[in-house]
């Protein structure tokens, strides 16, 4: 999971991190690129810029990366991957409350882990990426059909009326929706905190799937 400490973002440089196991140690280079996207941009998010960041040789990225030259795009092929897993394991079981389920699925979009500054903002440079580039166009792709497959499972159990739209348009409503409130946070918290959020989010839900 990303978890990035935004307090130390100023920081010039991490001293140099101690031996980690392989897994904690990727965790910690994708965090730290997360973080530099936010702040820097692609441009400034370089491979010796994050290796600065966390400490380590330049070398080491060979070693939890397909392709340094290419760390940009699996740093968001491993963003989409870990947040469709954390939102298959949050919503947990559906056909007893699939109303709560969507709740859940709201509440896991706008956790601290996935609403945090520096993921927001490095989200917000890969949607600029997916609109020149077309191996960000096809991670996109591939991750908003398995979100919209995860909420037209919710949705699909849930009562409605036979003047609701199609169940495809409300899942795409909702969806457009979720992502505007994910920016509108991200800009301001205090204007649009968490909690409005997510009870937008149920507001929306409630009136496309149960008008």
Not at 63 to 72: A, G, I, K, V
Request: charged share 30%; net charge neutral; with cysteine.
């Amino acid at each position: 999971m990303i978890e990035t400490d935004i307090a130390a973002r100023d920081r010039p440089k991490r001293a140099r991190a101690k031996r980690q196991p392989p897994l904690e140690r990727r965790q910690d280079l994708l965090a730290v690129t997360v973080s530099c996207l936010a702040r820097l941009g692609p441009k400034g998010t370089t491979g010796r810029e994050i290796c600065r960041q966390a400490g380590v040789s330049h070398g080491l990225l060979r070693h939890y990366f397909r392709n340094p030259d290419n760390l940009l795009l699996e740093t968001y092929e491993l963003l989409c991957e870990q947040l469709i897993t954390h939102l298959e394991a949050e919503i947990g079981e559906i056909d007893d409350d699939p109303g709560a389920a969507l709740t859940r699925f709201f509440s896991a979009a706008f956790s601290k882990q996935w609403a945090s500054p520096d993921v927001i903002g490095a989200w917000m440079v890969f949607w600029q990426l997916v609109r020149s580039r077309e191996d960000f166009a096809a991670v996109s792709a591939s991750f908003n059909e398995r979100q919209r497959a995860l909420m037209d499972r919710i949705a699909s159990r849930i009562p409605r009326s036979e003047s609701a739209p199609p169940l495809a348009d409300s899942v795409a409503i909702l969806s457009a929706v979720l992502d505007g409130l994910w920016i509108e946070f991200y800009l301001s918290e205090e204007r649009t905190p968490k909690e409005r959020c997510i009870a937008l989010c149920e507001e929306t839900a409630a009136r496309l799937f149960k008008c």
